[in-house]
């Protein structure tokens, strides 16, 4: 029923995403009043357009504080278990998210990406497929380099840091930081970057290894030394 009624969500501009309109307002009024989130590098993401936001992932908390923090609602590829919780799936459904199939070939949800960048809108994606549990960078799975090389959308790396244990305070100070760096192409990539998909997706990874401190570096873990 709530697949059916927002259908369409993640193909609609903002302006035409009647729940993100009605709740944005005042949820990042009462997280930016109790909590701090402090957003680095905003001049590389595009005020317009597709592009699409590659990000770490270590809490729940991800999607909804990058896009509150950016004032635009991502369209995030989300696990489709999330959805299975009617409160939680019903929010972001309708703020334009979506389900992704994780461990295979999700023909639907890759062609729903597709269409989202064809539309001139923001995607979201976290190329390590869940979160980390220790929040240290793990390897990208190669599914984005896919979405990338169809595409050749302008790709902006996102380092999140803060978010597990981010709280709303009575008496605010800098809990999460957003850091975001220099867009780049897959196709300006060197040539040993592109020579497979999990090569690119590789590269990726790194660019935003390259905005995380250092306790959150595992570069064994991404199988790159």
Known sequence: MIE????????QRA????????????????????????VRGREHVPREGAYIIVANHVNWRDPPVVSLALGTPIRWMAKIEV????????LMRGVGNFAVRRGESDRRAIALALEVLERG???????EGHRSERCALQRGRPGIS???????????????VGTPTARLRPIRRTEVVL???PPFRVSELAP???RDRQATADAIMLRIA????????????????
């Open 4 to 11: 059916r009624l927002f259908a369409k969500a993640a193909t």
């Open 15 to 38: 302006s035409d995403l009647w729940l993100w309109r009605i709740l944005f307002p005042p949820i990042r009024f009462v997280v930016f009043l109790f909590a701090r989130i402090e």
């Open 83 to 90: 959805f299975d919780y009617f409160v939680i799936g019903f």
């Open 121 to 127: 809108l923001p995607l979201g994606v976290f190329p």
């Open 146 to 160: 896919l979405l990338a090389d169809r595409t050749d959308a302008l790709i902006v790396p996102c380092a999140i």
């Open 179 to 181: 850091t975001f760096g």
């Open 192 to 194: 040993e970057a592109r």
């Open 210 to 225: 390259a905005l995380l401190p250092e306790d959150h570096l595992r570069l064994h873990d991404l199988h790159l030394e």
